[in-house]
């Protein structure tokens, strides 16, 4: 069963728009981790944000934010303002404590910033 | 600080024929990571080392595909003999580890593997 669900696949949206990207993640651990990582054209996977189970507190990050909510199992991103720059692969993944550093990776939503 | 290094950047073999790849992760780290990452999809676990271990292996190919990461620091993924299959991006990554659990994962840019 897939641990980390992105189900949307590509989104387009205008530049200056606000987009979320939706991350839905099942575990049976207690203390888990999630991240978000952006893959631009270049190929680098670029370490975004780490949580831990523990902490449910929403944050920002300048343009980005990150909604966490467990009676959901979801972590959502959100950009605000698009930029073109900001076109690329986004992947949500999990880490269990259980498992140690093992990752799950969703698979990925392709986001377009049209100018 | 460099961050993880990955060579070739792309490659392009006839199949049959081996290839191997070569990481060096970030200093200090001692988790290393190599993934497979196919068109569209998500990177997908080949192998975790915890320092010289190999501790997650599991969806490692091993009729063709092997690793090595000796004195626990660069590592080389090998593919003999490739298969058309195998083009894909080869990605590896490294994370603290030991005593730093579930910590973020670092990625070098890949290496694009293309079996004609």
């Known amino acids: 069963a897939q641990k980390v669900t992105q189900a949307q696949t590509e989104i387009s949206v205008v530049e200056k728009e606000d987009v979320t990207l939706d991350c839905v993640y099942e575990?049976?651990?207690?203390?888990?981790?999630l991240f978000w990582y952006k893959q631009p054209p270049s190929g680098e996977l670029v370490f975004l944000i780490r949580?831990?189970?523990?902490?449910?507190q929403n944050e920002i990050s300048g343009r980005y934010s990150w909604n966490f909510q467990k009676s959901t199992s979801s972590f959502n991103f959100t950009i605000t303002a698009s930029q073109v720059v900001d076109s690329a692969v986004y992947f949500c993944a999990l880490s269990e404590s259980n498992t140690g550093n093992q990752f799950y990776f969703g698979t990925g939503t392709s986001l377009t910033v049209i100018p | 600080e460099a961050g993880v290094v990955q060579s070739p950047r792309y490659k392009i073999i006839e199949k049959k024929q081996p290839v191997a790849f070569w990481c060096n992760p970030i200093?200090?780290?001692?988790?290393l990571y190599w993934y497979l990452q196919n068109l569209g999809q998500g990177p997908e676990l080949l192998i975790r080392?915890?320092?010289?271990?190999?501790?997650?292996d599991s969806q490692l190919p091993k009729d063709r595909f092997s690793a090595e990461r000796l004195k626990g620091v660069d590592s080389t993924l090998k593919i003999q003999p490739a298969e058309l299959g195998d083009s894909a991006v080869y990605l590896c990554?490294?994370?603290?580890?030991?005593?730093?659990?579930?910590?973020?994962?670092?990625f070098g840019q890949g290496t694009r593997l293309t079996v004609v």
């Open positions: 080392y915890e320092n010289e271990e190999a501790v997650d």
């Open positions: 990554a490294s994370s603290l580890g030991q005593g730093h659990m579930n910590t973020e994962a670092f």
């Open positions: 200093s200090g780290h001692n988790t």
């Open positions: 949580r831990n189970s523990f902490d449910e």
């Open positions: 575990t049976r651990d207690t203390t888990y981790y």
